[in-house]
């Protein structure tokens, strides 16, 4: 068996994956392997899957399957398997990193000392305790952050269009949550139906002054939307650390827009969940040796 790591994973990974059959990280030789790990950089699509005629296991670590071309590898014979567990606490501790950071005003207050100013009177905190957290989506890392904010007294509102039940967050319909929220939180996967899911229609919903953090996909968010309520005011800040594309274009309109805080898609990458992931990775292919 030959496995090719194509993305980044733990660097015990390839040690760890010997005694299985070869391993390689020269993505130029996918044409001559049996399984391919990837996460977010790669995308197996028709072309890449027609490139690797030898291909019969695909493990992406991670948990969105949007980078892989699901019905084409079913119709090859190809196996998919996700790391869909292993994640989630990373993912919301990040979540909860971004939203933490913006009533404590960090971000203002660290670039305002590298500028050599003390705006002890001017940076004016406020507090989480008390505040409405809305999750768009409460599935394992919606679930993770609504435990952390309610140890931080938040109260947590959530939507979600297959959870029915959830002992740690009050399930509501989306227009609720919307309206509810001060800070808003979109754990959903990214397909047709969420595709520009916060979009001038949704956001005219929400409580004026709103935060929105996104940790989901960049894509659920239409960006020019996003840019007219934060010029206006109506969102005061946009956390995310998701876009279109990873990197995004340089003509992205949330780059240069205000109120903005942004990290390049690290939600998942935490030293524990990339051994997490590593863990997923030796089980799903022992059982696929089976
Ligand atoms: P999950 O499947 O456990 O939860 C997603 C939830 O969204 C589910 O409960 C589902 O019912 C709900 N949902 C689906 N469509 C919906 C809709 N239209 N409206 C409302 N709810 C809807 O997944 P998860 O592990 O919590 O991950 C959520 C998403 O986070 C992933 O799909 C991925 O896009 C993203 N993610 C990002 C990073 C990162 O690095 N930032 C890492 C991992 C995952």
Known sequence: MKIL????????????????????????????????????KTKCTKEYIDAAPNLKLIIRGGVGLDNVDLEYAKEKGIAVHNTPEASSV???????????S????????????????????????????????????VGRIGTVLANRARAFGMHVVGHDKFVKW??????????????????????????????????????AKMKDGVVVINTGRGK???????????????????????????PPPADYPLLKAPNVIMTPHIGASTKENLLRIGDQVVEIITNFNK
């Not at 760890?16 to 391919?36: I, N, P, Q, S, Y």
């Not at 990373?90 to 933490?100: G, H, N, P, Q, S």
């Not at 967050?169 to 754990?187: A, I, N, R, W």
């Open 5 to 40: 790591i194509s993305d980044a994973f733990d660097p015990s990974l390839s040690d760890r994956l010997k005694k299985f059959g070869e391993v390689t990280e020269d993505t130029d030789l996918v044409a001559e392997c049996d399984v391919v790990l990837i996460r977010s």
């Open 90 to 100: 990373a993912v919301a501790e990040l979540a909860f990193a971004l939203m933490i």
């Open 102 to 137: 913006v009533p404590n005003r960090i971000i203002a207050a660290h670039n305002s000392m590298v500028d050599d100013k003390w705006e002890k009177k001017q940076l004016k905190r406020s507090e989480l305790m008390g505040k409405v957290l809305g999750l768009i989506g």
């Open 166 to 203: 959830s002992d740690q967050v009050e399930l509501k319909e989306m227009d609720s949550v919307l309206g509810e929220s001060d800070y808003l939180s979109l754990h959903v996967p990214f397909n047709a139906d969420t595709e520009n899911l916060i979009n001038k229609k949704s956001i």
């Open 220 to 246: 659920c968010v239409n960006a020019e939307d996003m840019v007219d309520a934060l010029k206006s005011g109506k969102i005061s800040t946009y956390a995310t650390d998701v876009w279109p594309s990873d």
